[in-house]
């Protein structure tokens, strides 16, 4: 935009002609040009326009009783537009309007203090910039009066304006931003970009690049934007967008406090699922524990702690605990009935031979009627031979060991266990190759 300098020198040389024309000798018929201010100014800066604006003003006229000739009482005085002084290139018009004059005007002394009277309407003003652009340009207007005598001076106005060309229009930017990663690629940034133009009726449309709701890698990224107005001009802009990274990994399936039991004073391996991580950005961030699954914990309460981290640098931790409580072991006992007698009895008998094993079984000395009961046979070296289960009846586990499925004569040793846990055993010779006469196998205690 062009600097504006006023210069008032001609707008005052107007005013004092018309103040020496007046004469103080009648009445007056001024217009207000600023309507703003009491009083009657004959003169207005109306600022800046641009080339063939039409700007269009009220300017109010009234008469105001002055002097000691005065307007007809009753009369109507006729207010027309007269002529103006315009730029070359501009125009100007204004509407007529007309002043009724009060019976009784004049004769009340109505100079001290003046009174005035307001026109019927005030005149409308158009004025026409010209298309050449300048400054401190001079629109004077000016009214006849008729209809009335006892009237002096004259009824103008003069309008002071610049005429400016075409200005580049402004961008409207946002400040330097920074967001958060939430991919590997970086983070999507939306932001407002816009433009305002002294001379477009309509903002110009503003073109960023990379432009608002793109994907932004991580890192630093300069925006820069531009807007055209309509007569051409343009203007740029930039900005920045940070995309960084400052979440840690993510650590998933992290076992609650573990706590077990072990009759082991040296402790007992313990194990739980395998832990993940995860992270927005890096796809493989590291995992380490101080501690593995499957590791023997010492009996005490041991804490596991497993710090996961990307590549940018982010750390995150997740802990659990492990507790070993040491437990006495439980003493499994087995009382046997006959024919087998003891525990550790030795039965003799030739193969073929079906021998009902009947046995009470306990925990800690507590006797267990329930759960699963196992006989097992095993050769005296150890290699298994078979297994029966035993149910429960007349107070006893019981079961018929039939010892023809043995595979002929040899040490055996028959084992009874429940859940697991064994409770007992004895031994089984057989010799040769018929039953004992009388069919009763012999027991005696193993040396």
């Known amino acids: 935009m062009h600097g504006r300098v006023i210069r008032r020198a001609a707008v005052a040389a107007f005013s004092l002609l018309v103040l020496a024309s007046l004469g103080a000798y009648a009445d007056l018929v001024p217009a207000d040009a600023d309507v703003l201010k009491a009083g009657n100014q004959p003169d207005f800066d109306l600022g800046s326009a641009h080339p063939g604006d039409v700007i269009v003003r009220q300017v109010p006229i009234s008469l105001v009783c002055d002097g000691s000739t005065h307007a007809t009482p009753g009369s ?9 002084g315009v730029p070359t290139g501009g125009a100007a018009e204004a509407t007529d309007t007309t002043i009724t004059v009060p019976s009784g005007w004049g004769s009340t002394g109505c100079t001290n203090p003046p009174q005035t009277v307001a026109a019927n309407a005030p005149s409308t ?7 050449t652009p300048d400054n401190d340009l001079h629109f004077v207007l000016m009214w006849a009066r008729s209809g009335s005598s006892g009237l002096t001076g004259m009824t103008s106005v003069d309008f002071t304006i610049d005429v400016i060309g075409n200005t580049a229009p402004k961008l409207q930017l946002p400040g330097d931003q920074v967001a958060e990663a939430t991919s590997a690629a970086g983070a999507v940034v939306t932001f407002s970009a816009t433009a305002t133009d002294a001379e477009d ?19 630093l990224t300069t925006v820069t934007c531009s807007t055209r107005d309509s007569g051409g001009l343009t203007a740029t802009g930039s ?74 640098g ?36 030739n193969p073929g031979r079906t ?72 031994r089984i010779d057989l010799r040769g190759a018929e039953p004992l006469a009388g069919g009763n196998p012999k027991f005696k205690t193993k040396p």
Request: hydrophobic share 40%.
């Open 76 to 84: 109507t005085i006729a207010v027309t537009f007269d002529g103006a």
């Open 125 to 131: 003003v158009t004025l026409t910039m010209p298309m």
């Open 201 to 219: 009726a309509s903002p110009p449309a503003v073109t960023c690049n990379p432009a608002s709701g793109s994907t932004f890698p991580i890192g």
């Open 239 to 312: 900005f920045h967008v940070t995309v960084q990274d400052t979440t840690p990994p993510t650590i998933g399936s992290v076992p609650d406090d573990i706590s077990v039991t072990t009759t082991n004073p040296g402790g007992r391996a313990v194990s739980w699922p395998a832990l993940t991580v995860s992270d927005l950005v890096d796809p493989s961030p590291s995992l380490t524990c101080n501690h593995s699954s499957g590791d023997t914990f010492p009996v005490d309460t041991t804490t596991v702690t497993c710090t996961a981290r990307d590549a940018t």
């Open 314 to 349: 982010n750390v995150s931790h997740a802990s659990f605990t492990v507790t070993v409580t040491l437990v006495s072991p439980v003493v499994w006992t087995a009382v046997w009935g006959e024919p087998v007698g003891t525990d550790d009895a030795t039965f003799v008998a």
């Open 355 to 426: 021998v009902p094993v009947k046995v009470r079984m306990f925990a800690d000395g507590v006797e267990q009627t329930t759960g699963t009961a196992v006989l097992s046979i095993a050769t005296c070296d150890g290699t298994a031979v078979t297994s029966m289960a035993m149910t429960y009846g007349g107070g006893r586990w019981n079961v018929s060991l039939d010892t023809g499925t043995l595979g002929g004569a040899g040490c055996f040793m028959a084992t009874a266990s429940l859940d697991g846990h064994a409770a007992g055993s004895f």
